[in-house]
């Protein structure tokens, strides 16, 4: 991914309220069942910082998050990088919606180009794994109805 590319851009609708959607955003024990299930913890706080390892197969990735953006319910925004990696990104969620659906997008605005010779740092890399995530949690509230 590069900072001359195409914003990457997934978005769609979610059955079940903003607070709910916010929740599950947010909330470290509700995303770890939908999203990585070792994220250690996460606060909505600007300046909070996680990290944890990904097992893509051939590479293990050590995920470093930093919460730079929070404006509950509407936005959650953080900085991704990966140790030993040249590359930053941001992942932006933005929510609106009422009471019985929300409309989640994820925009992925790239900071510092990633390295060219790293399959998962590709453009169409990205865009399939935010696919598959928001699959996830449309998924997770479809079968949930747990989360506040």
Same mark, same amino acid.
């Given at each position: 991914?590069k ?12 059955? =079940?309220?903003? %607070? ?5 955003? %947010?909330? +470290? ?8 299930d ?6 909505? !706080?600007?300046?909070? %910082?996680t990290?944890?390892?990904?097992? +893509? ?8 998050? !930093? ?6 319910? +509407? ?5 991704? %990088?990966? /140790? ?11 929510? /609106? =919606?009422? !009471? /019985?659906?929300s ?7 790239? !900071?510092?180009d990633? #390295?060219?010779?790293? #399959?998962?740092f ?11 995530m ?7 509230? +479809? ?6």
């Amino acid at each position: 991914m590069k900072t001359s590319e195409a914003l990457v851009v997934v978005e769609g609708d979610i059955d =079940g309220s903003v %607070t709910r959607l916010w929740h599950a955003l %947010t909330d +470290a024990q509700v995303m770890r069942q939908w999203f990585f299930d070792n994220i250690p913890d996460f606060k909505p !706080e600007v300046g909070f %910082t996680t990290e944890f390892m990904v097992d +893509a197969g051939e590479r293990q990735f050590l995920h470093q998050w !930093e919460v730079t953006e929070v404006k509950a319910p +509407a936005k959650l925004a953080y900085r991704w %990088t990966f /140790s030993g990696y040249a590359g930053a990104s941001q992942s932006v969620f933005e929510l /609106s =919606g009422n !009471e /019985s659906s929300s409309h989640l997008r994820i925009s992925i605005p790239v !900071e510092e180009d990633f #390295p060219d010779d790293v #399959p998962e740092f590709t453009r169409e890399s990205c865009l399939g794994g935010w696919e598959y995530m928001l699959d996830q949690i449309q998924k997770h509230f +479809a079968k949930s109805d747990d989360l506040a």
